[in-house]
């Protein structure tokens, strides 16, 4: 950058030079290609690639449109007769554009020409110039001050732009501008404070949701029972041939098409850094036999899938059950790098001691024993007693016994070589060959994940085994662009989940004959066999419920996003959360099969004891739902804007080739024409990607400004949240606490309440407040439509309150119970 910076000094040096030598009073068209073109593009570091001329928006035409990549800066250019003089002795660039517009109507109406301009297109920065003055400042504002009364940056000629070229380069040049180093000159610490949420005057917010001592055995069983026990020896062949669901089959709850689905992975990579060929490891129900036979190609086998997608029971899976022949006669190891490693930093000593024990403990190989190492190096022996000490096997047959066993001493203490020959020995001696799988390693930091694909390329070319590494998507593409895979040409293998329906209902029905001691843990206390009966209760219960209320299984499906041991915990978490009442449950289940039907869980009962988890309040950091009306500016319409976000991307035009992936240029093009700035659109997208709403072509990390990724699409959590959470009041009820609420009227009413009818009070205050806010939007948004959201969740609050009422209920927990 300082290369950069010297050349464009330099640059303006001779521009400056030019212009005292051709001064005369050109007309608009020639200051822009003798003067204006030279600045910005010569010395202020933009490319003609940054810039639309005379761009179009609603018959008007900004003169330069500037992009870092997305649209930042409008220039509006004006003849080298329109100038201005500054007040003489004033050596600062900072001036109060209200006292400098007054004395010169020309550059006032170019500044609020320039600043509608960018409003219209929400581009923060506005800049008018002449070809050798220019007045800089932010037009698009979101902390309530009007553009014009605001400051600005001022440089009345070139001599003061060569005097002051360092401040000129940070307010004016790409670089500066991609860093807003003039928003942060002009406006610094004057920001506006948002109000405090809800959340900041409760006490001892989020507050612990406190359990009876029924709830605390259920939650404890529940765990148990549903997770803990179904990786227990006694019971895996039982539990992976009852429970095990083939990947790859498409959700039928889905808010998203099956041809997205089916896409899954399909962007993995782009042409900026394109991967290896990615095959399914499933296909038509079987697995892959290329994966199978890719064990020959000296090379690891990669495994790629989402967090909680099941690589661990795929693998379980394969070993067990789908390739049982091959593995039965394998010498198989498994590694689980997640767990079993956490106190070790060293992989390159860790793993090859864990071979060394799994071989002892699984298959009676012991490396170091004395026999097995005479074998494994027989030949070696064989010309040791050949070479240097071979007269001393008769005149002194102790020192040469003890020659030997320093020369093996030698040999097995190189553990790692020492372990490469003995797998070698027992392939060859067995006639068997040797499986590593390397699991969970994405569990751990990055340079554990680039430590385990350097072990298992080295086994694989090196050692006579074959390894399968199973990593993440982003781990896989990160490691591929600049880590260790970087220098190699792997072929992956994908795994998409399984449907979760159907996951859900082998696992708990799995649950139940555990539960109900049809299938046998001799493991389990008397203590926990005491609460198996009302755990099969409940389970009974939420079998019935997904089959007779279908917004259950809709909602874990699209929140888990294909994260299958999300969608389980959120079962294990409901049947002892302190938000549910099991004991009533099951009484009232019992009531209902005396007349000949069950309990049905509804959705708000579900939904309460997900998205409160163990707290007491909507904690945003722990809840996996997200709340989707939080702003970071001071600007009303902000709280759309990532439900606007969200929508459009649901609804803009693809090419249909591209996995439902938008262009995120022509995103920010949309946005920024409804009045949202760059700087608000980034922090909504970073937002939105780290909460799960939606995702990024190649698994890109976004980062603000031009490290952005070229295309996004919504996910299922996105789409859920706008299309049915929008509309409950029970996710609204929870989301109000952690909303800055900008209107002070309403910020005053809206308070920590228990009692129903006071909750349902509140939320019409804050639908209504929303309503209000509503109005700021432009009025071509129609992707997001929040007046028949606002209705819907009226209608149903006023259900809730007629209910309650006639009812005689005051807390939210009964109301499950009841309707």
């Not at 038509?284 to 967090?307: C, H, N, Q, T, Y």
């Not at 392939?427 to 990055?446: A, C, M, P």
Request: glycine residues 6%.
């Amino acid at each position: 950058m300082s290369s950069e910076f010297e050349t464009c000094r330099q640059k303006l040096e001779d521009l400056a030079i030019y212009y005292k030598n051709n001064y005369g009073k050109r007309n608009e068209a020639t200051t822009r290609l003798q003067l204006i073109d030279r600045l910005f593009f010569e010395c202020l570091g933009w490319t003609k690639e940054d810039v639309i001329l005379e761009e179009s928006y609603e018959r008007t035409y900004a003169d330069y449109v500037f992009s870092a990549p997305r649209k930042i800066l409008i220039l509006e250019a004006k003849k080298e007769g329109d100038y201005f003089e500054l007040p003489v002795g004033k050596e600062e660039i900072d001036y109060n554009l209200g006292s400098l517009v007054r004395d010169y109507p020309n550059l006032k109406k170019a500044l609020e020409q320039v600043s509608s301009y960018c409003q219209q297109r929400g581009v923060p920065f506005g800049a008018v110039g002449n070809g050798h003055q220019v007045v800089a400042f932010i037009a698009t504002r979101n902390d309530g001050l009007p553009p014009l009364e605001g400051r600005a940056v001022v440089f009345e000629s070139f001599d003061v732009m060569l005097t002051k070229f360092l401040q000129l380069w940070k307010a004016l040049s790409k670089p500066g501008i991609e860093k807003q180093f003039l928003k942060y000159r002009l406006v610094g610490s004057l920001l506006p404070v948002l109000p405090p949420k809800l959340s900041a005057k409760i006490p001892n917010y989020p507050g612990i949701k406190n359990r009876n001592i029924s709830q605390t055995d259920l939650q404890i069983v529940s765990e148990l029972v549903i997770e803990d026990i179904t990786n227990v020896q006694e019971i895996e062949s039982t539990f992976l041939d009852e429970c095990y669901c083939q990947s790859g089959a498409l959700s039928q709850h889905s808010l998203i098409s099956k041809s997205i689905l089916e896409s899954r992975y399909a962007s993995l990579f782009d042409s900026v850094s394109p991967g290896p060929s990615t095959v399914p490891a499933v296909m038509k129900g079987e697995v892959s036999p290329e994966m199978l036979s890719e064990a020959v190609s000296r090379r690891p086998i990669l495994l790629i899938g989402d967090v909680g997608v099941g690589k661990t029971t795929f693998i379980r899976n394969l070993i067990k059950v789908s390739a049982k022949e091959i593995f039965d006669k394998s010498i198989t190891l498994y590694i689980d790098l997640g767990s079993q490693a956490t106190f070790s930093n060293d992989l390159k000593s860790f793993v090859p001691e864990e071979i060394c024990r799994q071989l002892r403990d699984n298959y009676n190989i012991d490396i170091d024993e004395y026999n097995l190492i005479r074998g494994i190096y027989n030949v070696d022996i064989e010309r040791f007693s050949k070479g240097l000490y071979h007269n001393l096997k008769e005149s002194n047959l102790s020192l040469y016994q003890q020659k030997e066993v320093d020369f093996l001493e030698e040999k097995v203490g190189n553990r790692e070589q020492h372990l490469k020959r003995a797998l070698e020995h027992i392939v060859k001696g067995r006639k068997t060959q040797v499986i590593i799988f390397l699991d969970n390693s994405d569990q751990r930091d990055e340079l554990i994940q680039q430590q385990t694909f350097l072990i298992s390329q080295e086994i694989a070319q090196q050692w006579m085994a074959t390894v399968f590494v199973s990593l993440r998507p982003e781990t896989f593409h990160r490691s591929l662009q600049v880590g260790a895979l970087s220098g190699y040409h792997p072929k992956a293998f994908t795994i998409s989940p399984p449907r979760l329906d159907r996951v859900l209902d082998k696992r708990l029905k799995f649950a139940l004959k555990l539960a109900t001691g049809e299938i046998q843990i001799r493991s389990l206390s008397n203590r926990t066999k005491i609460h198996l009966k009302n755990l099969a209760s409940i389970i009974n219960v939420f079998l019935y419920s997904l089959e007779k209320n279908e917004d259950i299984i809709q909602f874990i499906d699209n929140i888990s996003g294909g994260n299958i041991r999300m969608g389980l915990d959120m079962v294990k978490d409901f049947i002892g959360s302190g938000h549910v009442d099991t004991k009533e449950i099951i009484e009232k289940d019992d009531q209902n099969r005396q007349k000949g039907f069950g309990y049905v869980i509804p959705l708000h009962q579900f939904l309460r004891a997900v998205i409160y988890g163990d707290n007491e309040y909507y904690d945003p950091n722990r809840s996996p739902l997200v709340n989707l009306f939080d702003v970071n500016h001071d600007d009303p319409k902000e709280h759309f804007l990532l439900p606007v976000i969200l929508a459009l991307l649901a609804v803009m035009k693809t090419s249909g080739q591209d996995g439902g992936f938008v262009e995120t240029s022509k995103l920010y093009d949309k946005l920024q024409g409804y009045g949202f700035t760059p700087e608000q659109i980034d922090w909504a997208i970073l937002r939105g990607h780290h909460k799960k709403l939606l995702e990024t072509s190649a698994r890109r990390i976004p980062q603000i400004g031009q490290n952005m990724p070229v295309s996004l699409r919504v996910t299922t959590i996105g789409l859920y949240h706008i299309i049915i959470l929008c509309n409950k009041f029970t996710y609204i009820d929870a989301v109000i606490v952690d909303t800055p609420v900008l209107d002070e009227i309403s910020h005053s009413t809206i308070h920590d309440v228990q009692n129903i009818i006071d909750r349902l009070d509140r939320a019409e205050i804050f639908c209504s407040y929303l309503d209000t806010q509503w109005k700021t939007i432009p009025e071509n948004i129609t992707e997001f439509d929040w007046n028949s959201l606002s209705f819907n969740l009226k209608e149903e609050i006023r259900n809730i309150r007629n209910k309650a009422k006639s009812r005689g209920i005051t807390s939210t927990s009964q109301l499950g119970l009841e309707f």
